[in-house]
């Protein structure tokens, strides 16, 4: 690569906490980072206020194809099921048909305070 090259200054950068991904992963950390921003940019169009929060409304299908290329929608999934699980984000489903599978999700920011003091052994109980 030419010193000159601009590869880093172009593309798509994905911002995560690197002792977070110690703690819960490195799929987990980046797609926890990513919706951090979403949730902060206030020019998004797939976020919404509900319930006094603000929330990130996407299919599987459009995390892949727009955000993360690089994750299969399986991985995709496994990855928020597995953020709920541990208690990082809450999720509700914003169109009640059994055919559409999009959810709104949002962060639990107790959850990212109390893990980065130690206390992420509480959120897997």
Same mark, same amino acid.
């Given at each position: 690569?030419?010193? +000159?090259?601009?590869?880093?200054?172009?593309?798509?950068?994905?911002?995560?906490?690197?002792?977070?991904?110690?703690? /819960?992963?490195?799929?987990?950390?980046?797609?926890?980072? +990513?919706?951090?921003?979403? /949730?902060?940019?206030?020019?998004?169009?797939?976020?919404?206020?509900?319930?006094?929060?603000?929330? /990130?409304?996407?299919?599987?299908?459009?995390?892949?194809?727009?955000?993360?290329?690089?994750?299969?929608?399986? @991985?995709?999934?496994? @990855?928020?099921?597995?953020?709920?699980?541990?208690?990082?984000?809450?999720?509700?489903?914003?169109?009640? @048909?059994?055919?559409?599978? @999009?959810?709104?999700?949002?962060?639990?920011?107790?959850?990212?305070?109390? /893990?980065?003091?130690?206390?992420?052994?509480?959120?897997?109980?």
């Amino acid at each position: 690569m030419d010193k +000159n090259s601009n590869f880093f200054e172009t593309g798509t950068k994905y911002i995560f906490d690197a002792r977070l991904a110690k703690k /819960i992963g490195l799929n987990n950390a980046i797609v926890f980072g +990513n919706l951090v921003c979403q /949730i902060n940019d206030s020019k998004s169009d797939a976020r919404i206020f509900k319930n006094g929060k603000y929330w /990130i409304v996407r299919s599987y299908k459009n995390w892949h194809e727009e955000i993360f290329p690089f994750f299969s929608e399986c @991985t995709l999934k496994r @990855t928020f099921l597995n953020l709920e699980k541990i208690g990082a984000i809450e999720s509700f489903k914003p169109y009640k @048909t059994d055919f559409n599978a @999009t959810k709104a999700y949002t962060i639990k920011y107790e959850f990212a305070d109390d /893990i980065m003091k130690g206390g992420f052994k509480i959120w897997l109980n």
